[in-house]
């Protein structure tokens, strides 16, 4: 009998249909929360037009927050849609580490929020700090998943193509040590970190190869 025929009848593996839909629904809650920490300017601080359009200016630390968290999570979605195109199965372990990511996404947009808050202010560092290490957190956590599989072959597809896992690892492990790298900036220089976390973000936009 098929080994992954035998371990589906027992109980240990089940499709991914129900854990996707559930990272779709956090993954969406939490990069629509992104744009409810840019807040409209209150009408009793504006007096003019001219006092609008300075009062919309001086929110750009928000703009520069969302924009960045916004294509990070997004990318993180996209990323998550791709891998779990080539896995076909998961167990209670696989489920556990996916629960850990999505914890790690949906703390985003309070980070965020921070950021934008005490940009150009008085602990600005102390919020890039906690910005870009929280990211760090989450690229940890999301090469945990995937090293998880990789590990344990059952849980992927039978047909899952073997160049594109090798592409995705090779992506994939240039993280933590690219986001421990602007965590390091950022206690140094704030825009130095936040820039590089703008590279990534656009470095990772960039279409995965499918290897060699």
């Known amino acids: 009998m098929d080994d992954r025929k035998l371990t589906d009848a027992e109980g240990g593996l089940r499709d991914t249909s129900r854990l996707e839909a559930f990272s779709d629904g956090v993954i969406a809650i939490a990069i629509t929360l992104l744009v409810l920490e840019v807040h409209v300017p209150d009408p009793g601080d ?9 009062a919309l200016g001086d929110l750009w630390p928000s703009y520069v927050g969302y924009l960045i968290s916004f ?3 997004g990318i993180m979605w ?4 791709r891998i779990f195109a080539l ?3 998961s167990d209670h372990n696989l489920i556990v580490l996916n629960l850990l990511l ?3 996404i949906g703390f985003i947009p309070f980070t965020t929020d921070l950021l934008a808050e005490y940009l150009s202010k008085p602990g600005e560092q102390t919020a890039a700090i906690v910005y870009s290490g929280w990211f760090l957190v989450t690229a940890i956590t999301y090469n945990v998943l ?3 599989p990789r590990h344990k072959p059952i849980l992927f597809k039978s047909d899952a193509d073997q160049a594109v896992v090798r592409s995705i690892t090779q992506r994939f492990n240039l993280g933590p040590p690219a986001y421990l790298m602007s965590f390091a900036l950022a206690f140094f220089s ?3 970190s936040l820039g590089l976390q703008a590279f990534l973000a656009v470095l990772y936009l960039l279409p995965i190869g499918q290897g060699r």
């Open 71 to 73: 294509i990070t999570i």
């Open 102 to 104: 999505l914890l790690c």
């Open 78 to 81: 996209a990323n998550h849609h």
């Open 146 to 148: 995937w090293w998880y």
């Open 46 to 54: 504006v007096t003019s037009d001219r006092a609008l359009w300075h």
């Open 87 to 89: 896995i076909g199965h």
């Open 190 to 192: 704030v825009e130095a």
